[in-house]
């Protein structure tokens, strides 16, 4: 269940983050869309029962899909953050996106808001929520709920648990500054916005 739940997270930030993308275009839209609608349905009874062929079938689908979305598309600040984690310490890489994820959301969010208003990729997190709560007046922060309500179900650990502590902070913020992923987030986040997504993941 553990392996099931870290890599359906990744499969899920990586339909995410693709679909919020600076880099975001129509084909790679339809591969989100459809992989974060299996995701929302089956991550959580493939989970619950290693042997539900038809929500490992989704899982397998939308992994696939998030894999062909970011190919093409990119992804953002939680894998920017994931891979410099995943390389200092001994933590599975899904498990560190989703500890991310949230936070990385909800950070992008607000400094969309505040910085770009006009962007459309505002809507696209509101269609985010409506796709992963099935509520067709979900908005942006219930998507984010919903995210972090299904990482605690699957006891996904904060980043404490792997090691990572507050004086690493400073030198993960430089490595992900600069980290491929990162260049694809949707809007440019200072040092201090990623300082503070780090902190709340551990």
Same mark, same amino acid.
């Given at each position: 269940?553990?392996?099931?739940?870290?890599?359906? #997270?990744? =499969?899920?930030?990586?339909?995410?983050?693709?679909?919020?993308?600076?880099? =975001?275009?129509?084909?790679?839209?339809?591969?989100?869309?459809?992989?974060?609608?299996?995701?929302?349905?089956?991550?959580?009874?493939?989970?619950?029962?290693?042997?539900?062929?038809?929500?490992?079938? @989704?899982?397998?689908?939308?992994?696939? %899909?998030?894999?062909?979305?970011?190919?093409?598309?990119? %992804?953002?600040?939680?894998?920017?953050?994931?891979?410099?984690?995943?390389?200092?310490?001994?933590?599975?890489?899904? =498990?560190?996106?989703?500890?991310?994820?949230?936070?990385?959301?909800?950070?992008?969010?607000?400094?969309?808001?505040?910085?770009?208003? @006009?962007?459309?990729?505002?809507?696209?997190?509101?269609?985010?929520?409506?796709?992963?709560?099935?509520?067709?007046?979900?908005?942006?922060?219930?998507?984010?709920?919903?995210?972090?309500? %299904?990482?605690?179900?699957?006891?996904?650990?904060?980043?404490?648990?792997?090691?990572?502590?507050?004086?690493?902070?400073?030198? #993960?913020?430089?490595?992900?500054?600069?980290?491929?992923?990162?260049?694809?987030?949707?809007?440019? %986040?200072?040092?201090?916005?990623?300082?503070?997504?780090?902190?709340?993941?551990?």
């Amino acid at each position: 269940p553990e392996v099931t739940a870290s890599t359906g #997270l990744d =499969a899920l930030t990586q339909l995410i983050e693709p679909f919020t993308s600076v880099r =975001a275009n129509p084909l790679t839209d339809g591969f989100c869309r459809e992989g974060m609608g299996r995701v929302a349905r089956s991550l959580l009874p493939a989970c619950e029962n290693g042997a539900n062929v038809a929500a490992r079938t @989704d899982m397998a689908l939308a992994s696939l %899909l998030g894999g062909l979305a970011l190919a093409n598309a990119g %992804l953002g600040a939680a894998h920017g953050f994931a891979g410099p984690v995943g390389g200092m310490f001994p933590a599975p890489h899904g =498990a560190v996106c989703a500890a991310f994820l949230p936070h990385v959301m909800a950070a992008n969010i607000h400094a969309l808001t505040e910085r770009a208003p @006009d962007s459309p990729t505002l809507n696209r997190y509101d269609e985010i929520a409506r796709i992963l709560t099935g509520d067709r007046a979900a908005r942006a922060a219930d998507g984010i709920r919903w995210v972090q309500a %299904l990482t605690a179900q699957l006891r996904i650990p904060a980043l404490g648990a792997y090691g990572v502590r507050v004086e690493d902070v400073p030198a #993960l913020v430089e490595k992900t500054l600069v980290a491929s992923s990162t260049k694809a987030n949707p809007i440019v %986040l200072t040092r201090e916005e990623l300082t503070e997504i780090l902190l709340k993941a551990l």
